[in-house]
């Protein structure tokens, strides 16, 4: 099988939980057969900063797919809708515009808890699915 080029896009902005995100991401890769050197890690500030990050490196020739890891936790204002749904749409995009994977593993929860819940070690962990999921559509995508 050819070699499978993955870029990350990963949010600062809480990172208390996008990295626990990233490692869980990395080691699923590496599961999946992506090689370290095919890995690609790129920090933003935030999560409405990953969408042109993303669109950016899956226009890259040598991108097979993008995977977006953010936490996007509700406050007391509005803020939390506009960052969520803006970041998904626009997540959306870059895979619609570069017609490659860009895979979303950004978490939009209530509260941190439920943040922590979606980023364990050994129990769930939503950086690890976004892995599993890039890889399965990126064989999915040189198939058809």
Partial sequence: ????????????????????????????????????????????????????????????KNVNAVICLGAVIRGETYHFEVVANETGRGIMQAGLLSGKPVIMGVLTVHTVSQAHKRSQDKGVNKGRDAAAAAVEMVRLLKKI
Avoid: Q, Y
């Fill in 1 to 60: 099988m050819t070699k499978i080029h993955i870029a990350i896009v990963v949010s600062k902005f809480n990172d208390f939980i996008t990295k626990k995100l990233l490692h869980a991401c990395l080691k699923e890769l590496r599961r999946h057969g992506v090689d370290e050197r095919c890995m690609t890690v790129v920090w933003v500030p935030g999560s409405m900063e990953i969408p042109v990050t993303a669109l950016r490196l899956a226009k890259k």
